[in-house]
């Protein structure tokens, strides 16, 4: 599918962009050109040392902002597919600097849909998160803005041979920022802070993200917001999982937290369709409803008022699994976290 193709993906240097390069290249050895797009000149020499140029002569390494039209414009020419993984995602970092959130989710998102529409790319897949769906913080309010941004792009792409899509998912299993890494840091400190022992969250690994995406990149017909199929696990699993001996502390949420994340509300249920693995929001102002969507490209409408969130739902991951799954993802396998 990726053979001969030019790709493109915004904020490249990440946790999710990396895995995807290194993906690429394993599976796609005739990829044609994988341009990593992104603002830090460190993280792309450190990526170059992780990634040779004699051995991956075809990546190359683009410094610019989603904010950059211009800049962005002038990346895409020649690419054929774009993944958009840019993001500002802290969530406090948001709450404080609203608007420098805004500038980089919403206004990149839609400088990265112009670029697109005035280049010759005929692939989008925008990365998106659970916390896009009802959203209680900032961070939240600009990914759901950005989904609906590359959604609506639909709209206006003409005769182009171009479609945007949305990939949507919970935590990744040890990315930066997230509650496993902090508690393998704290966890020599013998304190793990739990901010309320109720909180759920979903779980994916990084691999799956990656698959997901390119699923999306295969089978999407513009217009879909993509959600997996995923385990969700309790705070106080991760706690116990991680440090068993350590103490637990209760803290209490953080300003614009969740106690269970939410990837499908009950209003999204009429637009929304099971594919088997995934499931798919359509957009409520489509030329298609759920049924034609089924009967053209398979699946089934989900049942009406139909929601999906980490409390609620039907596979939680054991201490014992979570164990396993930080051993393969996150930790050094000779690390014992029994």
């Known amino acids: 599918m990726l053979n001969k193709k030019s790709i493109l993906i915004t904020g490249g240097t990440g946790t999710f962009g990396k895995a995807f390069v290194k993906t690429i290249f394993e599976r796609f050895p005739e990829v044609k050109r994988l341009v990593v797009f992104s603002r830090d000149e460190l993280k792309q020499y450190e990526m170059g040392q992780q990634f040779l140029e004699t051995r991956y002569p075809v990546l190359r390494y683009f410094i610019g902002d989603v904010r950059d039209a211009d800049r962005l414009r002038r990346a895409m020419e020649g690419i054929d597919i774009v993944i958009h993984a840019a993001a500002l995602k802290q969530v406090p970092a948001a709450e404080y600097n609203p608007f420098e959130c805004i500038k980089t989710n919403v206004l990149g998102a839609q400088n990265v849909i112009e670029a697109c529409l005035d280049t010759n790319v005929k692939r989008v897949v925008a990365l998106s998160t659970d916390k896009a769906a009802a959203p209680i913080n900032l961070y939240g309010a600009t990914k759901l803005c950005s989904d609906k941004l590359f959604t609506a792009a639909n709209n206006i792409k003409g005769h182009r041979d171009l479609r945007f899509s949305v990939v949507r998912y919970g935590n990744v299993m040890g990315s930066r920022g997230s509650v496993i890494p902090f508690f393998l840091e704290r966890r020599k400190t013998g304190m793990l802070p739990i901010t309320d022992p109720a909180m759920t969250r979903f779980n994916i690994s990084l691999q799956d993200g990656v698959d997901m995406v390119l699923w999306a990149l295969e089978h999407a017909q513009g217009g879909e917001i993509f959600v997996p199929k995923i385990p969700s696990y309790r705070i106080t699993d991760v706690a116990k999982a991680i440090g068993p001996d350590c103490e637990h502390p209760i803290i209490g949420i953080?300003?614009?937290?969740?106690?269970?994340?939410?990837?499908?509300?009950?209003?999204?249920?009429?637009?929304?369709?099971?594919?088997?693995?995934?499931?798919?929001?359509?957009?409520?102002?489509?030329?298609?409803?759920?049924?034609?969507?089924?009967?053209?490209?398979?699946?089934?409408?989900?049942?009406?008022?139909?929601?999906?969130?980490?409390?609620?739902?039907?596979?939680?991951?054991?201490?014992?699994?979570?164990?396993?799954?930080?051993a393969e993802h996150v930790t050094h396998p000779e690390e014992n976290l029994a």
């Open 254 to 326: 953080r300003p614009g937290e969740k106690i269970h994340e939410e990837m499908i509300t009950g209003s999204d249920s009429f637009n929304t369709v099971d594919l088997g693995k995934y499931f798919a929001i359509l957009p409520s102002a489509g030329a298609h409803s759920a049924e034609s969507y089924c009967a053209v490209h398979g699946g089934r409408p989900v049942p009406p008022g139909f929601a999906y969130d980490s409390g609620s739902n039907t596979e939680f991951l054991t201490v014992e699994q979570l164990q396993q799954l930080i």
